[in-house]
Each structure stands twice: as structure tokens, then as C-alpha cells.
């Protein structure tokens, strides 16, 4: 979809939103070391970070389409970038 409208170095931007899948062993140990005795080992971090990934994308959504529509990468890059690690982070374990 976006191939159409961006060029090979706009593609190549776009394509960092990838890395917090590669980079995620870096702050794996630290989520999975903080945690409340009260709510358990994995609620401590599994429920913030659903609440931040739906508050993300629901308050995104419209601007993402204004933004793809304009072609702004950087933008849309850092938006997808933050998505792209809270999912991550919630497929640490």
C-alpha cells in the first residue's frame, strides 16, 4: 500500500517501526523483573500496556490517515514505532 505513493528511502524510513521486534531482548529482563506481588508477575505489565496500545490506537487512527494520505514518513514512522513496541513488549516473556 504504501509503495505507491513513497519512494525506496521513504520505504527504507518505514521499515524501522520493525526494530522493536529485533531489539526487544534488551528490555525484556527489565519488564519482566518489575513486577507487583499484589497483582502477579505478568498482570503487572500484560495490563498497562493493552490500555496503552488501545488508548494508541484509538486516538491515532484519524491521524494516521491524514498522515498517509500526505505522505509525512517521519511521522507516521514514529507513530507506528510506539505501536510496534508496546505489541512487542506484550509478547515478551
Not at 38 to 62: D, E, M, N, S, Y
Amino acid at each position: 500500500m504504501l509503495q505507491s505513493r513513497l519512494s525506496y528511502s521513504q520505504l527504507g524510513t518505514f521499515s524501522l517501526a520493525a526494530y522493536p521486534y529485533s531489539l526487544k531482548l534488551l528490555w525484556s529482563p527489565v519488564v519482566d523483573s518489575l513486577y507487583s506481588t499484589r497483582l502477579g508477575r505478568r498482570k503487572t505489565w500484560i495490563v498497562p500496556i493493552q490500555l496503552l496500545t488501545a488508548a494508541g490506537l484509538f486516538f491515532c487512527a484519524p491521524l494516521v490517515g491524514s498522515l498517509y494520505e500526505a505522505a509525512r514518513i517521519g511521522p507516521l514512522t514514529a507513530i507506528f514505532f510506539g505501536l510496534v513496541l508496546l505489541a512487542a513488549t506484550q509478547h515478551t516473556t
